[in-house]
């Protein structure tokens, strides 16, 4: 038995790729990454699908708002739901999601966030540590309820800030940690190993 992710996302898609090379890879146990979906079209994450040979689908969104419309919700559940899966991971995913769309999904729905939860939720969270300043920043992946950024925590990695660090540098840190972080979450919700909410 295959378990089928579905992963959203609105830019580069580095951690798409990261799951899907570790997929590849045969690091993610029973793990199938079934589609990936945009609000973008010209979203790198859509390239990523093909060279990957993965389904793909843009749904697009109203540039200028942050949450999604219920129409745009509709169609992304309805493309969603057709494909049944286990998890619905959000990578990188810029627009923020209603309690219907959550509740849809019977609650099966991950994000990445940039920090160590619960400090620094919202936009700019690398920025914002690197400029408070802290010692330790991060990585977290946690369950998506309605709240921005207050899921229950599945998962951190942590990242120190050096003197000698940069905001680019920083930065590279953080993702470097997210692409460890998220794949290793996925396979141990596959497998198991982390319960699910419900």
């Given at each position: ?43 790198p ?52 999601i ?8 019977n ?30 920043t ?16 599945i ?18 840190k ?25």
């Amino acid at each position: 038995m295959s378990f089928k992710i579905i992963i959203l996302g609105s830019g580069r898609g580095s951690n798409a790729k990261a799951i899907l090379e570790a997929e590849a890879k045969g690091q993610l146990g029973a793990v199938s990454t079934v589609a990936i979906l945009s609000d973008k079209q010209e979203a790198p994450i859509l390239d990523l699908a093909k060279q990957f040979g993965k389904p793909s689908q843009c749904i697009p969104c109203n540039p200028k708002k942050a949450r999604l419309h219920p129409d745009e919700t509709k169609a992304f559940l309805e493309a969603i739901q057709s494909y049944q899966p286990d998890l619905v991971v959000l990578a990188g995913f810029m627009k923020i999601i209603d309690s219907h769309f959550i509740e849809s999904l019977n609650g099966k729905i991950i994000n990445l966030h940039p920090s160590l939860l619960p400090s620094f939720p919202g936009i700019n969270s690398i920025e914002t540590a690197f400029n408070f300043p802290v010692k330790i920043t991060g990585c977290t992946v946690h369950w998506v309820i309605p709240e921005i950024d207050a899921g229950m925590i599945i998962d951190q990695k942590a990242v120190t800030i050096e003197p000698n660090d940069t905001i680019e540098s920083l930065s590279e840190k953080v993702h470097a940690a997210e692409h460890q972080l998220l794949p290793e979450v996925i396979r141990q919700l596959s497998a198991g190993e982390v319960p699910f909410p419900n």
